[in-house]
């Protein structure tokens, strides 16, 4: 197998929100980056159109769609010549309350929050066991440390997340493989965009820094967690949250 | 790399040289195999068969082990072999 001429990452929904602050600061870090989303990615396609240096790749996927994975993850082989790195970033989210929620809802959370990721880790750990290391971070949330009412569900997956995370880490760190998960707290985000004002300062209110997160700060947490300056951080959920849960 | 459907005589050819480059890899003394070697006196630990069926999803461009077959029920190189085998013969 010869050498990529960059280093490779998979971000999971890389069109907008933090999926796309993570391609677009992956890119700029010189990676190589390949993305899926079910809708287009804008950065990508902005790149693109201005001629592109060959370092970004993206397909239409649905994430709970495990043979669509099965070739998205075959054509990121193709294009780079394998995968150094994992961001999985893919999720929906469902609230409301638990006692009234719909079976589908239910089962779309866990399809596309907790299998989705797996499967996705599932495709790409025999090559960077064969490469001899990677580094995967699945992008969890402070709802699965911390209860809340109204996200039942999705504190569920993202707490099951944390579970794969630190299992994984034990389980792949003899190959040089490390696992990590990024808990982020509130930041602008079309998450928080339902929210209303009251509830958003009682939010800012309850954080010792006093304001929500960013987009870019979460991103570049993510991407320090794949770089070589976090070489011996496995197993961890790195908690980014201004103390909202300190 | 193979481009078109492999035969079984080239299957079995890339499973073997598979073995022997993951070994060697691993820093480990190549053994001399057949079909009915149990793939743990061949000296492959777990992760070895995931870097295994890495290389070979390379080389075969497919994975049985991904929906099909059950790991588990791999003991020995020929199983290994037929695994290969019934997935490409079904493409």
Known sequence: MTEPAHRVVVVSGGSRGLGAAIVR???EQGWAVATFSRSPAPYIEATERNGGDGRLFWRAVDGRDSTALQDFV???????????????????????AFPLMRLADI??????????????????TPAMVARGGGAIVNISSVNAIRGNTGVAVYSATKAGLDGFTRALARELGPRNIRVNSLAPGYFESDMVSGLTETQLRRIVRGTPLGRLGSVEEIAAAAVFLISPAAHFITGHTLVIDGGITC | MLMDKPTSA??????????????????RQAVAIDNDSPLVAVGLTSLDLAALIAVLRSRLKVDPFFAKTAITDIRTVG???????DMIGED
């Open chain 1, 74 to 96: 075959a054509a990121v082989g193709d294009r780079f010549g394998g995968v150094d790195a994992l961001i999985n970033n893919a999720s929906i989210g469902k609230f409301g």
């Open chain 1, 107 to 124: 089962d779309d959370s866990i399809a596309a929050n907790l299998r989705a990721n797996i499967v996705l880790a599932r495709l790409v």
């Open chain 2, 10 to 27: 080239q299957i079995e050819a890339a499973v073997y040289k598979t073995i022997a480059d993951v070994l060697e890899r691993a820093g």
């Open chain 2, 79 to 85: 199983d290994l072999c037929r695994a290969y085998r």
């Open chain 1, 25 to 27: 600061q992956c890119h």
